[in-house]
């Protein structure tokens, strides 16, 4: 069956990093080469082998300033990766100049219909709040102090909050967004890991090429600045031991022989797919073309669970090559997830190796995990609102801390102007999916 042909494109992006909300404090913290990775602001993790997290400051975000007044109520059971995904729709949203009706235009008009617009958006593992939870289980105790499962089940659980679920689910995050943003449209959550933002932004784009939808609002959030994520990252080896005394900005080396891990961090993006025909209707301009798609999944080689491999990495690079009908030659940079963590980013270089062959040596590395951590199932989205900007600007960022990198073009270097016509964004998962895109300058 022949391959649709509508051409879709990014019309607007959304990112909310450790940086604050939008483009623009994420782009000048990465051109200028600095790094937002600290202590944890609302809870002790001085205990942790890496103390340090990439957190987004209560003064660079606050919900309730991005949400209409008739919502706020709303607020009350978002988790905070809901807050964060729907920080980051609202700076799609502008960024892409469409109105909805939920935003009350006083011209009474909309830009896009409600039913053709659609929402997927990656999600994670939502951490529920520790005193949240903790208040509950205090009351499932036996009279030794043990907790009681029993205990829990008869009455323990009673004592949370009745709409305590409603935080916590991951399609949360694309109900809240699709309310706000009166979505209509096709809506879809993927929870996939890191590469969950990566493969929401694929499934727009088949929406749209079908026909199903003229817009769609995709990508991922996640926080893992939480007590829960933490400890489950460090028992994964995923985390670096370094530490309270290091400064933090020199921790994460991604690709670099003494690469030792990721701090973990929160934010993500959520980035406006849309038909050209769309974009033309409006009288606006898109900002990137969304010019191919690829997904894998790594083999399971054991019953400890899948981990990534080349293998993946190599199968969905090419799948999205050959849906842009892009040569390896026509890739002007490469935005990977970078973590520093070995295994992942042994199967990340070898898998682009595989792909590009001589050609990996002089392909530029954009990496972003040493200034914001590691973002769980924000990271891809992240990495394609990074990519976008980066062909916008025609500029690429700085790189921090990794020496020696002699395979790839990933040595710590200021930013710097390039000529860039097509980007490849390309994310393995610790659960094994990949997922990669290709960018295209706007036209």
């Given amino acids: ?27 000048a913290g990465l051109a200028e080469g600095r790094s937002m990775l600290g202590l944890a602001p609302t809870f002790d993790s001085s205990g942790f082998p890496c103390p340090f997290v990439g957190a987004i400051a209560p003064d660079r975000f606050e919900v309730k300033s991005v949400v209409p007044k008739s919502y ?32 009350e235009p006083p011209d009474g008009r909309v830009t896009i219909p409600p039913d053709r617009f659609g929402c997927h958006i990656g999600a994670g593992l939502i951490a529920a709040e520790e005193n949240e939870l903790t208040t509950a289980l205090a009351t499932a105790a036996e009279p030794d102090g043990r907790f009681s499962l029993g205990i829990w089940g008869a009455q323990g659980m009673q004592n949370l909050t009745p709409l305590w679920m409603l935080k916590y689910l991951p399609n949360m995050l ?39 939808a003229d817009a769609c609002i995709s990508g991922g959030a996640e926080s893992k600045v939480n007590l829960m994520a933490m400890l489950r990252q460090h028992f994964a080896g995923r985390t670096p031991h370094c530490g309270g005394a290091v400064d933090p900005a020199t921790i994460v080396r991604p690709f ?31 900002i990137a073309a969304l010019e191919g798609f ?8 054991d019953a400890a669970g899948i981990q990534p491999d080349a293998q993946g ?7 999205a090559l050959e849906d842009a009908r892009a040569d390896i030659d026509s890739i002007d940079a490469i935005v990977p997830f970078g973590t520093g963590v070995p295994a992942l980013d042994s199967a990340e270089r070898q898998g682009i190796a595989r792909i590009f062959g001589p050609r990996t040596r002089s392909i530029p590395i954009v990496t972003i995990t040493p200034s914001i951590g590691n973002l769980g199932a924000g990271a891809g989205a992240v990495a394609a609102c990074v990519a976008v900007e980066c062909l916008r600007r025609q500029v690429l960022p700085a790189r921090l801390n990794a020496q020696g990198v002699a395979d790839l073009d990933a040595n710590a270097v200021p930013a710097r102007s390039a000529a860039l016509n097509r980007v490849l964004v390309v994310l393995p998962s610790f659960g094994g999916q990949n997922g990669a895109i290709v960018l295209g300058k706007a036209s």
């Fill in 256 to 286: 670099a022989s003494d690469a030792m891990g990721c701090p973990t961090g929160e934010g993500g993006g959520l980035l406006i797919v849309e038909s050209e025909e769309s974009i033309e209707r409006r009288g606006t301009k898109a």
């Fill in 313 to 319: 990495v190599e199968d969905a690079i090419g799948a």
């Fill in 294 to 301: 690829g997904a894998s999944q790594s083999v399971c080689t």
């Fill in 174 to 212: 694309a109900c809240h967004v699709t309310i706000i943003h009166d979505c209509q449209g096709p809506s879809n959550t993927i929870t996939c890991a890191e590469v969950s933002g990566l493969l929401s932004m694929g499934e727009s784009m088949r929406v749209i090429e079908r026909g199903d």
């Fill in 1 to 27: 069956m022949p391959r649709p042909t509508k051409r879709v494109v990014v019309s607007g992006i959304g990112p909310i990093t450790p940086f604050g909300l939008g483009i623009e404090p994420l782009w």
């Fill in 72 to 103: 706020r109520k709303g607020t009350k059971v978002m988790s905070r990766d809901i807050e964060l995904a729907v920080g980051a729709a609202h700076a799609a949203m502008a960024s892409a100049a469409i109105v909805t009706k939920s935003h």
